[in-house]
């Protein structure tokens, strides 16, 4: 059973920058697609970025491309996600799921939840003045 724990979520002043982590316990974190979740209350759960098992490629929703960055740790069992130029908008709980592929998974579009089993508890983030 994969375990998913976010991290390093704050406040922030718009125009900031915060970085997440997605620590997993696993040692096969490269057989995994991970894809980075947002939902601020009242509002349905969004898709913001994914990075695919095996090639690392990445995908990004257009609400936060050219903003936020995600990477991989193969050796930390990470997923990072770096997030720049925050705008109020982002204010929300940001959450990492997964799914164990052994071929490179699928990036684009971004998965739909359903089909990722392994989910983090989620991390909050706040973006005000």
């Known amino acids: 059973q994969l375990q998913l724990v976010e991290s390093g979520g704050g406040l922030v002043q718009p125009g900031g920058s915060l970085g997440l982590s997605c620590a997993a316990s696993?040692?096969?974190?490269?057989?995994?697609?991970v894809v980075w979740f947002r939902q601020a209350p009242g509002k349905e759960r969004e898709g913001i970025s994914c990075?695919?098992?095996?090639?690392?490629?990445?995908h990004y929703a257009d609400s936060v491309k050219g903003r936020f960055t995600v990477s991989r740790d193969n050796a930390k069992s990470t997923v990072l996600l770096q997030m720049n130029s925050l705008k109020p908008e982002d204010t929300a709980t940001y959450y990492c799921?997964?799914?164990?592929?052994?071929?490179?998974?699928?990036?684009?579009?971004?998965?739909?939840?359903?089909?990722?089993?392994?989910w983090g508890q989620g991390t909050q983030v706040s973006v005000s003045s």
């Open positions: 799921a997964a799914e164990w592929s052994s071929s490179p998974g699928i990036c684009a579009p971004l998965p739909d939840e359903g089909r990722l089993p392994f």
């Open positions: 696993t040692r096969f974190l490269d057989y995994h697609t």
């Open positions: 990075i695919s098992s095996r090639t690392g490629v990445t």
